[in-house]
């Protein structure tokens, strides 16, 4: 049993809906998977975007790993409750986006805000036609209703972390809830093969948040889902630490006169500007403006008008520990003693430049060869032992599924005060940063530190680490600046 197993009771019984002790809150299960044992994929034609039309799987007949992926894709098209599966972005919270009942599931385990629309995933570009034609509709069956200005997006980022917005047609097939009451909806295909062979065996629409209570600091493994959502939920499929480890991008096409970017993440601006149609993509997104507690972007002004928001985390605070974070931007310093003075536990959390401690003079206690206690870098299991050098579809999703180490706090002691220092560093790599950034928060809350010291990095070096600063200015209570 893995330690993530370990935390919650993996022997529940699903209650069927007729069942009184379905009423009853259900007991949290993780069932591990690997996409090893999940069967073999072929693709019916050599081209490096057949994998978002013409696959086929070859189910293996026996194993744990398989039975775990069936009993997961049979609660999603029973929708009883929603269930928790790994994307390559971060863990998702998943429940059949036709089906009203299902996706008030998402909002109730996650006690999310119901204005907050939900981001639709799919296992082929058939599935999304689908649902781009309204249930009505006999005149466009054959017509492929994708707006053409995805069409090179598409091809080149699916499957992947990218979220196009799409138009709703009337009546659209999609539950209410999933789009908030926009006349839009966001889809994706998730680059995570455990992810694409559960939307496969479900062969449903899935809505899926992240998998975290709202408001906290997104899951990048299956025990971050269980912290916050363990007797919410009855299901947590356990496919390994998440690759990319913050959202995918948000893109809309269709709603303005030029596309825009609605949230940054996996897939950089650079990158949609080399695909046409998108050379002018600008940035339509913010991050202070987010932050005010009553979620508005005019800063919660009286006699302002509340616009809903057109994809997640534009309007709501987001990302955030229990403990409070102050945010440091590139190049502003270390927190130093002032900082920490009057402080019994300071987490934390370096990338590039800052030295051990928080610039004060540390120690190490308990070192034992060498090391902190609790400072130890824990191996984690690959879900998948196969490496493959292409960046295109199946291939690329294989690259994903390799060994990769998830930092731990360590602890020191200040030689001044004695406070302990809880110390994540996450590296200089900005793919490291991002991938290890919300296991860090939570790591460091789990700590109880009082406060949350984070070094920030340089947003111009890319949109991933846009989205790294982006994500943690919602999550800062303070933000330090460079004069």
């Known amino acids: 049993m893995s330690a993530a197993?370990?935390?919650?009771?993996?022997?529940?019984?699903?209650a069927t809906p007729a069942d009184p002790a379905a009423t009853m809150p259900p007991q949290t299960r993780i069932l591990p998977v690997d996409a090893a044992k999940l069967g073999s994929v072929t693709l019916?034609?050599?081209?490096?975007?057949?994998?978002?039309?013409?696959?086929?799987?070859?189910?293996?007949?026996?194993?744990?790993?398989?039975?775990?992926?069936?009993?997961?894709?049979?609660?999603?098209?029973?929708?009883?409750?929603?269930?928790?599966?790994?994307?390559?972005?971060?863990?998702?919270?998943?429940?059949?986006?036709?089906?009203?009942?299902?996706?008030?599931?998402?909002?109730?385990?996650?006690?999310?805000?119901?204005?907050?629309?939900?981001?639709?995933?799919?296992?082929?570009?058939?599935?999304?036609?689908?649902?781009?034609?309204?249930?009505?509709?006999?005149?466009?069956?054959?017509?492929?209703?994708?707006?053409?200005?995805?069409?090179?997006?598409?091809?080149?980022?699916?499957?992947?972390?990218?979220?196009?917005?799409?138009p709703l047609p009337t009546p659209s097939p999609l539950a209410p809830e999933v789009t908030a009451g926009l006349?839009?909806?966001?889809?994706?295909?998730?680059?995570?093969?455990?992810?694409?062979?559960?939307?496969?065996?479900?062969?449903?629409?899935?809505?899926?948040?992240?998998?975290?209570?709202?408001?906290?600091?997104?899951?990048?493994?299956?025990?971050?889902?269980?912290?916050?959502?363990?007797?919410?939920?009855?299901?947590?499929?356990?496919?390994?630490?998440?690759?990319?480890?913050?959202?995918?991008?948000?893109?809309?096409?269709?709603?303005?006169?030029?596309?825009?970017?609605?949230?940054?993440?996996?897939?950089?601006?650079?990158?949609?500007r080399r695909c046409e149609g998108w050379e002018d993509v600008g940035v339509a997104y913010k991050d202070k403006a987010e932050m005010d507690a009553a979620g508005n972007a005019d800063g919660g002004k009286a006699g302002t008008k509340r616009e809903a928001p057109r994809a997640p985390g534009m309007k709501y605070r987001h990302y955030?520990?229990?403990?409070?974070?102050?945010?440091?931007?590139?190049?502003?310093?270390?927190?130093?003693?002032?900082?920490?003075?009057?402080?019994?536990?300071?987490?934390?959390?370096?990338?590039?430049?800052?030295?051990?401690?928080?610039?004060?003079?540390?120690?190490?206690?308990?070192?034992?060869?060498?090391?902190?206690?609790?400072?130890?870098v824990a191996a984690v299991p690959a879900s998948n032992g196969v490496q493959h050098q292409s960046s295109q579809g199946f291939s690329k999703m294989l690259d994903t599924l390799t060994v990769r180490p998830t930092p731990k706090p360590q602890r020191l002691v200040s030689e001044d005060a004695g406070q302990e220092i809880w110390e994540v560093e996450l590296g200089v790599e900005t793919k490291d940063i991002a991938r290890g950034l919300f296991s860090a928060l939570r790591e460091l809350d789990r700590k109880d530190v009082d406060i949350i010291f984070v070094e920030g990095i340089d947003e111009k070096e890319g949109d991933v680490a846009a989205a790294v600063m982006n994500r943690l200015r919602k999550a800062a209570e303070v933000e330090v600046k460079g004069s």
Request: charged share 20%.
């Open 5 to 14: 197993a370990a935390a919650v009771n993996g022997h529940a019984t699903p």
């Open 44 to 166: 019916s034609r050599p081209s490096p975007d057949a994998l978002l039309e013409d696959w086929h799987v070859a189910w293996p007949d026996t194993g744990s790993d398989i039975a775990h992926l069936r009993q997961a894709a049979a609660e999603l098209q029973d929708g009883t409750l929603p269930v928790a599966f790994p994307t390559e972005t971060v863990y998702g919270l998943g429940a059949d986006a036709t089906s009203s009942i299902a996706v008030r599931g998402i909002y109730t385990a996650k006690q999310r805000p119901s204005d907050n629309p939900l981001i639709v995933h799919i296992a082929s570009l058939a599935q999304l036609r689908a649902l781009l034609r309204s249930p009505t509709d006999t005149t466009t069956r054959d017509a492929d209703l994708i707006p053409p200005i995805y069409h090179p997006l598409i091809r080149r980022f699916w499957p992947g972390p990218l979220t196009i917005i799409l």
């Open 183 to 272: 006349s839009t909806f966001g889809a994706r295909m998730p680059g995570s093969l455990v992810a694409l062979l559960l939307l496969r065996l479900a062969d449903r629409p899935v809505a899926a948040p992240s998998a975290n209570a709202s408001t906290k600091p997104s899951p990048t493994a299956a025990e971050h889902v269980a912290h916050d959502l363990a007797g919410r939920i009855r299901t947590i499929l356990d496919g390994g630490p998440c690759d990319i480890g913050v959202e995918s991008t948000v893109v809309d096409g269709v709603s303005g006169d030029r596309p825009v970017i609605l949230r940054p993440g996996g897939v950089s601006i650079d990158e949609l």
């Open 320 to 376: 955030s520990p229990r403990a409070p974070v102050v945010l440091f931007e590139a190049g502003t310093g270390v927190p130093g003693r002032d900082a920490v003075q009057g402080k019994r536990k300071v987490g934390a959390i370096r990338t590039k430049k800052w030295p051990r401690g928080c610039g004060l003079p540390v120690s190490l206690p308990d070192a034992r060869n060498g090391k902190g206690a609790g400072g130890e």
